[in-house]
């Protein structure tokens, strides 16, 4: 009954998110849209004056879904319209009604269409119906509405689309009450009551995500910790005794393997606590923590058992002398010692029950009598990038059990995009084995029945049967969860400070025990489209929401990747100087090129000649002198170190995708090769995550009155300076960028540290044989007191800034007016599942 119930309550939630989403019309989004951005991003109109902003606490569940919803619905809004933004032009396709009917204040259509291979039109697709194709501008329609797509089947030669329209008028303010009729619905009712009347259509976005990230919403209320996501954690702070504990020799390797922070986060997740939130800055091995946390919570083992009486301690019979221990082993596991049987009989067809480890050498888990318990982890990332790294560590290293011995779990990778190294768990790959082992296995027997063959029963086999199971955030509402017979004890989340809070609470609704949250606060926030949900706060993510109210968070302090010349500024900007380098990190990220001052460690390049553009049509920005700088500074280093061509140790990377498209084509002009083939040259959004040898961070800003926009984001900055782990190199306007404080501190660290070089035309001139020479020799003489550096600097204009010249480009900045108020963003993108 209580199921019942709650499927009644879902089915109802999902209806009114539809029916307000279907009733909007696509050309009054377009028109506020274009007024928002003459507004600098915010709407005028009363509506979105009258939005609630993101409070830190919640005195309720109504007060935090009456926050929240408006703000996702100005979300989706934002996400239809992005489509007629997006340089990509999407082609009207023709259909024929074939049948229409009305159920539950729905229209119903099928929609006979044909859809050429590489077009893609799937489930809880966004369409826009229209009477007749009309153009940007130059047509207007009369009748037009948006359709949401329930499913797609084959028909004939085409395929038959079945799509859900709302026609009973538009809504105001969400109250679905109240609903006002308006013309175009009325004779989009009329004309599609008629069999055998023509359509276009128009792909516009998946809602698939921000559905699911609603339903999360609404349904906060059956979460088991709701108080805990209300108040911030303010009252949820205690429990300082392990409920859980794990058996000495793993203990012994976790104490072993990992350093005292790491240790602390993976201790902490033994504790009764509901939510444990790890933080871990750049190189500080965040990933291999979880693995840290996979091995503990796997094997671990409650300290305590509850019985009719009170509470005991967990007592266990008398330990065998080690000697009769390893007899018991051998006959009951007699492949630990040599080869499992099971290994000696792979299969011809299918996979047989065999879980594929991708030909790593881990044998399969060995299960030792004293353990009862079984516990079920589901593991998420907002990005399928992000998940798919961590699925690959544990397929290649394994997690570690009760005895300290590495194995590969049943782990089984959920959604789309699955990369091909881990594609042997990929839960589609599964299915197709499973499928063909069924269908031969029937043809074997000369069955004719469907028994077996049943994909999603296939799929809920394979889950039930895991131990892991991997998902982006967003596919973690599919309806494959809904149809599980276990639910999740423990659910991960990395990465979780990069996503919405509504985002983080769609894999909360299996009903999971316990709660880890990893991510950075500090590192790139969550993608967020809406301008006006964007600046009410829309884009923090509940773990930065929890961390603001006081609730514990176990940081990773011990860094790994950086030289400590690039690990210093962001520790001391970002982390409150806590970061420490492991040993013997400067020794690792030594290079020869650090003979030389303009090849790092860190390095800042001031193009004062510089000029920032905006393309036409485009929201992004261009500077056509760092680009040439840019691909000079990287020609001069692979000319002088030829091992940074291979391997893809150097990254060209910027905030402005528009910029980055611009050195791409440069390149392969200046080079006559793809760039994708020796350099990675990419956003910041697109390379968190990755490290390179040598990073080159182009700014693009230079103004003389403007502020400096999209790269006033911190944490693009943050992410930006640690990807290199021995030469930061950046290149940018230290005037302009002195307008913002934190670019400020960084040109001051820089000017400090005698890495501050001013380039003048021609560029190809900072690179001669005889500056090069000044250069290699300024490595000692940066030794030397400051004033002695000055008096060389002032016949130099290529090599460090004197402080003089630094007064007076500071002069200079304090003059300017700051910000320029415009609204330019890049957006990663919504990895849309």
Not at 17 to 31: A, C, E, M, N
């Amino acid at each position: 009954m209580a199921l019942d119930r709650e499927k009644l309550e879902e089915e109802s939630v999902i209806r009114r998110f539809y029916q307000i989403i279907l009733s909007w019309d696509y050309f009054r989004l377009l028109k506020e849209s274009k007024k928002q951005k003459n507004n600098g991003g915010e709407s005028r109109d009363g509506d979105a004056l009258r939005l609630p902003k993101v409070k830190s606490q919640y005195k309720d569940v109504d007060e935090y879904v009456s926050t929240y919803e408006p703000l996702i619905f100005e979300e989706a809004k934002s996400q239809i319209i992005k489509q007629n933004e997006d340089e990509e032009v999407t082609e009207w396709k023709l259909g024929v009604v074939k049948s229409c009917t009305e159920a539950d204040g729905f229209h119903f259509i099928e929609l006979p269409c044909e859809i050429k291979e590489g077009e893609s039109v799937s489930q809880n697709d966004l369409l826009l119906l229209s009477k007749e194709k009309f153009l940007d501008g130059k047509k207007f329609p009369t009748v037009y509405a948006f359709a949401l797509v329930e499913h797609i089947r084959r028909f004939s030669e085409a395929r038959l689309l079945r799509v859900r329209l709302y026609l009973a008028g538009e809504f105001s303010h969400f109250n679905t009450n109240d609903a006002k009729s308006c013309p175009r619905l009325l004779n989009m009712r009329s004309h599609i009551s008629e069999a055998e009347r023509q359509l276009y259509f128009l792909k516009i976005c998946s809602l698939s995500t921000i559905a699911r990230e609603y339903l999360a919403i609404r349904s906060i209320n059956s979460l088991p910790y709701k108080d805990l996501i209300l108040s911030a954690g303010r009252q949820h702070c205690g429990a300082t005794d392990q409920s859980w504990k794990i058996p000495l020799p793993l203990k012994e390797y976790v104490e072993s393997t990992f350093n005292q922070y790491q240790r602390e986060a993976i201790t902490a997740g033994l504790l009764p606590k509901a939510f444990v939130l790890i933080q871990g800055p750049p190189g500080t091995g965040k990933t291999q923590t979880i693995l840290g946390l996979l091995s503990t919570i796997l094997h671990a083992i409650p300290a305590r058992v509850h019985s009719k009486s009170g509470t005991l301690e967990l007592k266990r019979g008398p330990q065998l002398p080690i000697e009769e221990k390893y007899k018991h082993w051998g006959l009951a596991s007699p492949w630990l010692t040599g080869i499992n049987p099971r290994d000696s009989l792979m299969p011809k067809d299918g996979d047989d029950g065999f879980y594929p480890t991708t030909g790593n050498e881990l044998k399969p888990e060995a299960v030792t009598s004293s353990r009862k318990y079984r516990v079920r982890v589901l593991v998420c990332a907002p990005s399928n990038s992000a998940l798919d790294e961590i699925v690959l560590r544990v397929l290649n290293g394994g997690v570690h059990d009760e005895s300290d011995r590495p194995y590969c779990p049943k782990v089984v990778r959920i959604g789309l995009k699955a990369h091909h190294s881990i594609k042997s768990v990929a839960l589609d790959e599964l299915v197709k084995q499973k499928r063909t082992t069924a269908n031969k296995s029937s043809t074997d027997k000369q069955s004719s029945g469907p028994t077996g063959t049943d994909d999603d029963s296939i799929r809920a086999a394979i889950l039930d049967e895991a131990t892991i199971v991997f998902s982006t955030l967003s596919f973690s509402g599919s309806h494959v969860f809904s149809k599980l017979n276990r639910s999740f004890d423990v659910v991960i989340i990395d990465e979780a400070a990069q996503a919405v809070e509504p985002a983080t609470l769609v894999p909360l609704a299996n009903q999971c025990k316990k709660v880890f949250l990893v991510g950075d606060p500090a590192q790139l926030p969550a993608t967020v489209i809406s301008e006006v949900a964007k600046n009410h706060g829309y884009g923090k993510s509940l773990f930065e929401r929890l961390k603001e109210g006081g609730y514990p968070v176990n940081m990773l302090k011990t860094q790994y990747r950086m030289h400590p010349e690039i690990r210093s500024f962001p520790s001391r900007e970002f982390y409150e100087d806590s970061l420490e380098d492991g040993e013997d990190v400067k020794f690792r990220t030594e290079r020869e090129w650090h003979d030389y001052c303009c090849f790092g460690p860190f390095c800042f390049f001031d193009i004062h000649e510089g000029q920032e553009a905006r393309p036409a049509g485009s929201g992004s920005w261009i500077n056509e002198e760092e680009v040439e700088f840019v691909l000079l500074l990287y020609q001069k280093l692979v000319t002088l170190y030829p091992v940074l061509k291979s391997g893809n140790q150097l990254a060209i990377i910027s905030p402005y995708s528009q910029q980055v498209k611009l050195f791409q084509r440069r390149f392969e002009e200046t080079f006559g090769v793809s760039s994708e083939k020796v350099v990675d040259i990419c956003t910041i959004d697109g390379c968190q995550g990755r490290e390179k040898d040598i990073a080159i961070f182009s700014c693009v800003r230079a103004s003389k009155d403007k502020g400096i926009g999209f790269l006033e984001d911190d944490r693009r900055m943050n992410v930006g300076i640690t990807r290199a782990k021995s030469a930061i190199l950046v290149v940018g306007s230290a005037s302009t960028l002195r307008r913002s404080e934190r670019w400020n501190k960084l040109v001051e660290s820089a000017e400090k540290r005698h890495s501050l070089l001013k380039v003048g035309k021609p560029y190809s001139s900072f690179f001669s044989d005889e500056k090069l020479k000044s250069m290699k020799a300024k490595i000692t003489e940066a030794l030397a007191p400051p004033q002695m550096v000055a008096a060389v600097d002032e016949t130099d204009n290529n090599v460090p800034l004197d402080n003089a010249a630094a007064d007076a480009d500071q002069a200079q900045a304090e003059e300017q007016d700051y910000g320029d108020g415009d609204a330019d963003m890049e957006y990663a993108g919504y990895d849309e599942d």
